[in-house]
């Protein structure tokens, strides 16, 4: 079986998202002598600092700026594109767009793909590693048949390698025309989250507020947390969500998000399966919570027994400090 | 307004995974079967729609015999039909084979909508929606929180990574439900007496006119299960809110080496 990658970038605001160049690197590592190329599709303005991660080729695909994110167009143009590169696999990351994309894609070429996958490495063939369950169990999945075969990989589980400053490279226009015309669904306004609020999946650091919080309002006590610490997200658990105190797409767990962040701090969350489900890939889990017995100190690598109305601005005031330092 | 909403039955969320002990899958003994959640919203939001706009509400799932309690609980709360894809064939499909037998199904039953959950909880996939819309051709509103429904198209407001989006397709289109759509109605007791007598239509691959190789072998094989290693409890630290907070802070700069 060969070993060649393409792997497919992503944009956001006309930038390669952080999340595909982790798929890239990710697919670099395991090429070895092989290569491992990129597609982009639309415009990306950092298409050709893509070098800096030892690709092999840009590959670039013009696509109507108005068109928005269309899973049916972007499929078709992946499929072309693999179609001149004939790549053994094609990869992505597993984000919201991804996943739909890469649906659309399994079902074009026939071949299920390997949905956010947690490892990947080569033994004889590409092995890769998938939570099911929320993370309850792994299972290792290999490919069978025909290239190419086609994965995505969780974001913020591979790291991004340090980019080798001053490459780049040409970029290669592939011959494939995208008739936005053709899309069959249009996306007519786009909302953004709250401003400058990042995701809780792409976030290195989560402080989720569950039950415990008491209260829509009191969720600024976690707030002013999560802005002293770089790249955190403010997380929740069903309880919060459910009691309307904050949107869904901040939960955590089996029925909201999955997330593996550097640090995830659980606060006035008891620990139920369905929440540990979503969070116990995490790599440092602390849980502030005024019951010695909650079951999420059963897990947490740093427990605090306390309320968390008196630790957490402690915790905002010993973050201020250690990150001044 | 003809609807398809395409349910699947999944363990329930609270189940405690045990691996079989061939190693390559999860064992199904004690578990207890539910309709997945998100589905749960799709159906809701067809019986919305049908009462605002009137029409045909089909249920429709392809798994073994104990998909029929899920499909009863359809009836109980109100869908018109429902269309049960069994047969020995349909046994461990991986989801492209799925979607290849749903969207037979699916060309076989009038539809203007075709409503699914975003993910079966479990495999967490949420595959399926996409490879059906891929298949038929149609297009395809993910992750939806927000839906109506107008003369000849619908107007969805879908999840994208950071924020969200209003999304329009003409009819018919795939539409996959998230939390929030709406607050799904519990059953009342007329509704699950009645939904006892329901005809459940049971089609085989016979009768839909699909066969192995039609639905095709699997590119994707499971080598082995394993259940992650276990986090070990750490420490718990003593003191005043101030104490502790210091203490917390210090481990993870040099204990942990996070921050
Ligand atoms: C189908 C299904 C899907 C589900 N999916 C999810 C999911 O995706 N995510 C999820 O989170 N849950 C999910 N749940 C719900 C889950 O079972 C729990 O009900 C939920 O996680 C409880 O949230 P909680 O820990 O915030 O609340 P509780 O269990 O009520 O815990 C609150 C905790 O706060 C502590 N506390 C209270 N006041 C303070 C204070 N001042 N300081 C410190 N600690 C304090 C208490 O000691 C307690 O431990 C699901 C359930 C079902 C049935
Ligand atoms: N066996 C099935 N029968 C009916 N619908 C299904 C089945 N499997 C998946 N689906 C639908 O597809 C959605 C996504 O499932 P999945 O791709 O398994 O995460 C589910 O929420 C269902 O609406």
Not at chain 1, 95 to 109: M, Q, Y
Not at chain 1, 221 to 247: F, M
Request: with cysteine.
């Amino acid at each position: 079986m060969g070993k060649t990658f393409l792997i497919y970038i992503e944009t956001k605001d006309s930038k390669a998202r952080k999340s595909s160049i982790e798929a890239l690197c990710a697919a670099r590592r395991v090429a070895g002598d092989s290569t491992a190329a990129a597609v982009v599709i639309g415009q990306c303005d950092d298409a050709s600092s893509l070098a800096q991660y030892g690709v092999s080729a840009v590959y670039t695909v013009n696509a109507p700026s108005t068109a928005g994110f269309s899973s049916d167009l972007h499929a078709a143009a992946v499929a072309a594109a693999a179609d001149k590169v004939k790549p053994d696999f094609i990869g992505g990351s597993a984000t919201v767009l991804g996943r739909e994309l890469f649906g659309r894609l399994s079902a074009r070429l026939g071949r299920t793909a390997a949905m956010d996958c947690i490892e990947m490495k080569w033994d004889g063939g590409l092995k890769l590693v998938r939570p099911v369950y929320s993370g309850k169990a792994l299972a290792t999945v290999s490919f069978q048949g025909e290239a190419p075969h086609l994965f995505t990989l969780r974001p913020n589980v591979f790291p991004a390698d340090a980019p080798a400053a001053g490459l780049s490279c040409a970029l290669t226009p592939l011959d494939v025309s995208l008739d936005a015309t053709k899309a069959t669904s249009r996306v007519v306004e786009v909302l953004r989250g709250a401003a400058g609020e990042l995701d809780v999946a792409e976030a290195q650091v989560v402080i989720s507020g569950g039950r415990g919080m008491k209260g829509h309002e009191n969720f600024d006590v976690l707030r002013k947390l999560v802005a002293v610490i770089p790249n955190a997200a403010l997380g929740a658990s069903r309880a919060a969500v459910d009691s309307g105190w904050i949107d869904h797409s901040h939960q955590v767990g089996q029925t909201g998000k999955v997330v593996s962040p550097q640090l995830y701090i659980a606060c006035g969350i008891s620990g139920a399966i369905q929440h540990l489900a979503g969070m116990s890939s995490s790599k440092c889990i602390v849980a502030v919570n005024k019951d010695p017995e909650a079951p999420i100190f059963k897990l947490a690598d740093y427990g605090i027994v306390g309320d968390l109305f008196e630790v957490v601005p402690k915790l905002v005031e010993e973050f201020k400090k250690l990150l001044a330092q | 307004m003809n609807i398809i909403v395409c349910l699947k039955q999944v363990f329930a969320t609270d189940a405690r995974i045990k691996i079989a002990p061939d190693g390559k899958t999860v064992s199904e003994e004690q578990i207890e079967w539910i309709m997945s959640p998100y589905d749960e919203f799709a159906l809701e939001e067809a019986l919305r729609i049908r009462e605002a706009k009137s029409g045909k509400i089909t249920a429709l799932t392809l798994g073994p015999e104990r998909c029929t309690t899920m499909l009863r609980s359809a009836f109980a709360l109100g869908v018109d039909a429902a269309v049960h894809l069994k047969d020995p064939l349909f046994d461990n499909l991986d989801a492209l084979a799925v979607a290849r037998v749903l969207a037979e199904a699916i060309r076989k039953i009038p539809h203007d909508l075709v409503l699914f959950g975003k993910q079966g909880v479990g495999v967490d996939q949420g595959l399926v929606q996409s490879m059906v819309a891929e298949l038929l051709g149609l297009p395809l509103a993910n992750i939806v929180t927000k839906l109506s429904v107008e003369a000849d198209k619908v107007r969805c407001l879908r999840e994208v990574d950071g924020g969200s989006e209003w999304v329009e397709c003409g009819l018919p289109a795939i539409v996959s439900a998230q939390k929030g759509l709406n607050d799904p109605r519990i059953a009342n007791l007329k509704g699950i007496m009645a939904a006892k007598k329901k005809p459940i239509d049971v089609w085989n691959a016979q009768s839909l006119g699909v066969t192995a190789d039609s639905i095709g072998a699997s590119t994707l094989t499971h080598d082995s299960y394993v259940l992650p290693p276990p986090r070990k409890a750490g420490k718990v630290l003593q003191g005043t809110a101030e104490d502790t907070a210091q203490q917390l802070v210090s481990l993870l700069r040099n204990e942990a080496k996070i921050i």
